[in-house]
């Protein structure tokens, strides 16, 4: 099948087209871009979901749980998991369960991709795979990060909704007002809430958690493991829906999340022109040593 | 006084103007382009070493010990400290005692940057700063990040020598030839070397650490607390730098160097446009939906 074909039987719901679809896309094969540009008229409906977390909150499990209701309600969600891959925070993403749920479950696609080997980085990347999932009519459609490091921030803060999900260990970290944590979420869950400090880290969020736009951020208490809590976690992604389109934040989050896209697209067109030796006389002269990379960069860029 | 101005007096040796020349470049204050095409047709000199290594490594220390043997060669050090400021990893990288020894000898200059708020990523604005040392006469110049991740791998694997800092506990994570690890070292170095199981990850490191242009990088076993080690690493470091004269590595190196610091300084470039709501067509259409991120940006680096 040629991509163009692919993707008419993709679009038509042929399942495993959808796949093969996917991992073409994940794969840069060639025609990509045309692909991506055909998805990207079909997608827009989705409400995307920032799901981002310190290590050991538990996050993977409260993505499962989220699923599980979603499914019960009889909506298509779709994952997009982001590793960045280190070796010493990394592993799997995806849980076993949730890629058994997708198996099962032809309503629920899952894809998780890791930075390793990956030209352009992981935003580009994850940013096709939204608009893939998106335009092949799944929503919600959650993205998954582990950390809130720069390149994780860099992909859910794009989100239509964030969620930041911490555990009552991280109080300290959560009270030194660190970076990202109290800026970057729309929802904030606290998990394992049944251990000490829980209470705590729940005042704290409250208290420090910044207003944007007009959406002062709730903090939502949940077991996951249990199933506690989670139907709440689901209102307040459905309360702040409701807000974006209300106040036209949505629309606003939209465009920002266009140009971010395009950014990203960008970084990832630069870093196969970096990586090839015969392009060009700028790339040359900076090589060589003739011109520096930041007069060149602002050329290139400006179009000079 | 202009930038330019300041330049010519850092370039002549002052110390201020120095540390307010690389403010200003940190600060990417108007005319930062121009400077910097000043300071890299000065530079080109400098031994540039990227240090990495996981949390609680003994990194820091270790880079302490090795500025305190470099000093005593009568050698002029920089170092650029490269934080992901994530907030739960994050942190000073630059112990107070590196920061002290800086200030008490005017042969070494240290910077450390974290990626708060910064435009453009950690990357561009480490070579700009590495750059600058080795204008202003600093040899070596070392380049320090926390982890492995990504964005720390895509700032230490331009250096000319890559020292990857592990310690006894991660034997588990090195042994399962986790990412990263075994991939970009030139020379690895077991930290805390007294403690159970330093020999055991000494013996795996020995065996899985790849080849690279036909350099077989050492394992060199350190004590950095007690000095211990710290000469066979500087030592282990020149017999790299020799390796890359003799092969042309070193040019090899060079090249990709700069192709990877052009492609930093146009990401930072693309970072100013994508938040500059007024500039240009392009990316108005995406922003509007006419256009999608990919073909724009196919597009825009290609000139078409």
């Known amino acids: 099948m040629t991509p163009s074909e692919l993707l008419s039987a993709a679009l038509e719901g042929d399942r495993r087209s959808r796949a093969r679809l996917l991992s073409s896309l994940e794969d840069r094969i060639d025609g990509w871009r045309e692909v991506m540009a055909t998805l990207d008229k079909h997608a827009g409906e989705a409400h995307l979901v920032g799901i981002t977390g310190v290590p050991g909150s538990g996050k993977s499990t409260l993505v499962g749980a989220i699923l599980d209701e979603l499914l019960e309600s009889d909506l298509s969600p779709a994952v997009v998991a982001v590793d960045p891959a280190s070796p010493f925070t990394g592993g799997a993403l995806l849980g076993d369960r949730i890629r058994m749920m997708a198996a099962g479950d032809p309503r629920l696609m899952v894809r998780s991709m890791s930075a390793r080997g990956r030209l352009g980085g992981l935003a580009s990347g ?5 608009t893939a999932f998106d335009a092949l009519g799944h929503d919600p459609v959650l993205i998954e990060t582990v950390g809130v490091g720069q390149s994780e921030v860099e992909v859910i803060d794009v989100a239509d909704t964030v969620i930041v999900v911490v555990s009552p260990e991280w109080g ?10 109290v800026e970057i979420g729309d929802i904030y869950v606290v998990n394992k809430a049944d251990r000490p400090g829980a ?19 709730p903090v939502v208490s949940t077991v996951a493991t249990d199933g506690i809590g989670v139907f ?30 395009l950014r990203h697209a960008i970084e990832e067109e630069v870093a196969l022109r970096a990586t090839d030796p ?18 060149a960069a602002a050329r290139l860029v400006n179009g000079g």
Chains 1, 2 share one sequence.
Do not use: C, F, M
């Open 126 to 130: 994850s940013s096709s795979l939204v």
């Open 278 to 295: 015969d392009d060009g006389t700028l790339w040359d002269e900076v090589e060589k040593g003739s011109l520096d990379p930041w007069t």
């Open 232 to 261: 709440e976690v689901i209102d307040a992604i459905g309360s702040h829906r409701e807000h974006l389109v209300q106040t036209g934040e949505g629309d606003d989050r939209r465009r920002r999340r266009r140009r971010a896209w």
């Open 199 to 217: 209470s705590n880290i729940e005042r704290v969020l409250t208290e420090v958690a910044e207003e944007r736009a007009g959406w002062r951020p």
């Open 172 to 181: 300290d970290a959560v009270q030194a007002g660190k970076a990202g944590i």
